[in-house]
């Protein structure tokens, strides 16, 4: 299975078969050459995740299209005329030959005025764990991380503990389109003392980079 990271928080896995999209989002440049039966797994509606421009991109080249997510995501998709599966926090759901186990819940608190939302991370073929924009440490082995290192919810100490946490063998950075140059640098460098610290490796992706990945 190959991994790509497409951008911000937006990931592309493709096995022999079937493409997966985590978190198709405004930040991520259009995605509109996915020709193979696929999966959208969204973990919250924020629009740097999520939106309807690209799910309409990539259901005009799939020849299928399944799209899971949480409540507050099956709800805004209706609105626009899209079918979401609603998924929570302990589901376990095989789609196209991916096997998907979501963890989590809920939503980082941004602010003390901003109701918190629902919010799923997805391990993938037990292997790579997207955590949406939750901090929340999933109770299972996770192989391979990606870690948020810049959010307005987020601070880089608390990212820095939940690699320490997790303590994955292998883990990538998401979540950086809101940060500078220097400011990614940075973020890079404590993400990579954290993961060494528990005996894993750093890898710094950037968009348009690749994993490949075994099956568990």
Not at 75 to 101: H, K, Q, S
Not at 129 to 138: A, E, T
Not at 149 to 163: F, M, Q, R, T
């Amino acid at each position: 299975m190959l991994m790509t990271k497409l951008g911000h928080s937006t990931l592309r896995f493709d096995n022999d078969d079937a493409t997966l999209i985590i978190d198709p989002g405004g930040f991520t440049p259009p995605i509109e050459d996915v020709t193979r039966p696929a999966v959208i797994v969204i973990t919250h509606l924020h629009p740097d995740h999520w939106t309807p421009e690209q799910i309409a991109g990539i259901a005009a080249t799939a020849p299928s299209l399944r799209i899971l997510g949480p409540a507050g995501v099956v709800a805004a998709a209706e609105e626009a005329g899209i079918d979401v599966d609603r998924v929570g926090p302990g589901d376990e759901v095989t789609a196209n030959g991916f096997r998907l186990e979501f963890h989590g819940g809920v939503h980082a608190l941004i602010h003390s005025s901003i109701p918190r939302i629902d919010n799923v991370g997805v391990l993938v073929d037990g292997l790579v764990y997207h955590p949406g924009d939750s901090l929340q440490v999933p109770p299972t082995t996770v192989p391979v991380l990606a870690a948020p290192a810049g959010a307005p919810w987020l601070k880089i100490s608390e990212a820095i503990d939940y690699v320490l946490a997790v303590a994955p063998e292998r883990c990538f950075p998401i979540h950086e389109a809101v940060l500078s140059e220097a400011g990614l640098a940075l973020a890079n460098d404590r993400l990579r003392w954290a993961t060494e610290l528990g005996g894993g490796e750093y890898l710094p992706l950037s968009a348009g980079d690749t994993l490949s990945l075994d099956a568990s």
